[in-house]
């Protein structure tokens, strides 16, 4: 590199700055597929529940529910259907605008339950109460609306059982998802939190809210997300698991011991990213209390959400995630190198402030300072190509790494044509789509510093994996278990 020292400066310390992110992502990575070929956490799991059998504690299902009348009632079928000895479902109808709570009336036949709640952390006013009189497990909360984090708030107040599970609306569940979320609680009593993996239902088909078959989604952009969530989950959630680092557990599906959830004050109503904040909050509140505690990522239980597919949804999701993670990080600042911190506070913070929260900075201005410095001379057109074929190089083996995490574990594309498909979309990811994100992440930054408030913005369901209703009345599979202690009144 050749120019003014400045500027000679700063490209080295772009370059600097490339090189630590690649090894950090390439070092998670190496774990995560360690800890699959150990056959840990993504082991064979076939034998666990007949060790545990009788010992699984009950589970409260929350549903928080806003505008989600198209995609409601597969999302509770799938909850009804799930292999689990005792659990109740509370979803909450958070001031919805649309049909979703005549929906639900209509589909599970709803009948008026007012019963006494204790107000464990604060939430808005309820408005109604109703209890299924097909599935005594089943109650819906109508309340005032405050946002999902509100609408959590208002689901653990009602809660009755020891663990939540936290499920968005738009979401299918695996029957054997709930079992195999709540083994960490089982292996290990610390264990205060436990996340799944989350995959794109674009393209499956899900009747009667059962996911009967697993496709690719037809459009290029939810086919590039599907990449995402593989690299997310499968090197991302599983690499840092191992050293009690894990900083997010994903809002669609998750398990929390009650008692923590609300001894940690709850939900915060303040903040776009309630999922993320909770999470570095428990460990923030464990660390520097010197409590044990585990919170962990186990790859097995999956759980089926919609991906958006066009671009100004995205645009709002990918803002959204960004402005929550800085309002997560500055909202628990404390644990960052605190002295108690362990590997939370000294190299997940860390990374996820320099190389995700600054990330679309230091990639959008490095890669444009690069262009001007090509451009300028200063740079040689050869080197700025092969920076470029480098950072691609990277990101497609870092996808390509994931791809194959996902064979090794799960192999859930079965078509070798679905194979070639992802390989396609890990292309295209590079050549547009990170750029793009970025930019947009960028803009998040730049209004949260300018402190403009946030919003969740409007997120469009299609639904179009789900399969028409063939027929009501018939109680699925699993709706024969037990429901939650206090269930039947």
Request: glycine share 8%; net charge positive; proline share 6%.
């Amino acid at each position: 590199m050749t120019g003014p020292p400045l500027l000679v400066a700063v490209q080295w310390v772009f370059l600097a700055y490339f090189i630590g992110l690649q090894l950090t992502y390439i070092l998670l990575d190496l774990i995560a597929i360690r800890v699959i070929r150990r056959g840990g956490e993504a082991g064979s799991v076939s034998a666990l529940p007949q060790s545990y059998s009788g010992l699984e504690p009950p589970v409260s299902l929350l549903v928080p529910a806003f505008n989600e009348e198209a995609t409601i009632v597969a999302s509770i079928w799938s909850l009804l259907q799930l292999e689990y000895p005792s659990f109740e479902i509370v979803v909450v109808n958070d001031g919805s605008r649309d049909s979703t709570l005549e929906v639900l009336k209509r589909e599970f036949d709803l009948r008026p339950f007012p019963e006494a709640t204790r107000i464990s952390v604060p939430s808005r006013r309820l408005l109604g109460m109703y209890r299924s009189a097909r599935f005594r497990n089943l109650r819906v909360i109508d309340k005032e609306n405050g946002g999902k984090a509100d609408a959590l708030n208002a689901a653990i107040n009602s809660a009755r059982c020891p663990l939540v599970c936290i499920v968005d609306a738009d979401s299918v569940l695996q029957r054997d998802s709930l079992t195999l979320a709540v083994r960490p609680f089982l292996e290990d009593a610390t264990t205060v939190a436990c996340g799944g993996t989350i995959r794109i239902a674009n393209g499956c088909r899900v009747s009667e809210g059962f996911l009967e078959e697993v496709g690719m989604p037809r459009s290029w952009l939810a086919r590039i997300q599907v990449v995402e969530y593989f690299r997310a989950f499968l090197f991302g959630r599983m690499g840092w698991s191992p050293l009690n680092a894990m900083l997010i557990i994903s809002g669609a599906f998750g398990v929390f011991r009650r008692e923590a959830v609300i001894a940690a004050g709850g939900y915060r109503t303040d903040t776009v990213g309630e999922d993320m904040d909770l999470v570095v909050r428990l460990h923030r509140v464990h660390r520097l209390a010197g409590t044990p505690y585990r919170i962990v990522f186990v790859p097995d239980p999956i759980c089926w959400t919609e991906a958006p597919e066009s671009l100004r949804v995205l645009r709002s999701q990918r803002m959204r995630w960004q402005r929550g993670l800085l309002e997560s990080l500055a909202a628990n600042r404390r644990l960052l190198f605190h002295r108690r911190g362990g590997a939370a506070g000294w190299l997940a913070f860390p990374v996820m402030l320099l190389f995700e929260a600054l990330g679309p900075l230091v990639e959008l201005v490095g890669l444009a300072l690069m262009v001007v410095a090509a451009l300028s001379g200063t740079l040689s057109g050869p080197a700025f190509f092969a920076f470029l074929l480098a950072a691609m190089g990277m990101g497609l083996l870092l996808s390509a790494s994931a791809l194959l995490l996902e064979e090794m574990a799960f192999h859930t594309f079965e078509r070798p044509a679905d194979l070639g498909l992802l390989m396609a979309a890990m292309v295209l990811e590079n050549l547009g789509y990170r750029q793009l994100t970025a930019w947009w992440r960028l803009q998040a930054t730049l209004l949260w510093l300018v402190r403009r408030p946030g919003r969740w913005g409007r997120m469009e369901r299609s639904a179009s994996w789900q399969a028409p209703p063939e027929g009501r009345g018939a109680i699925p599979p699993a709706t024969d278990s037990k429901p939650a202690p206090g269930g039947e009144r």
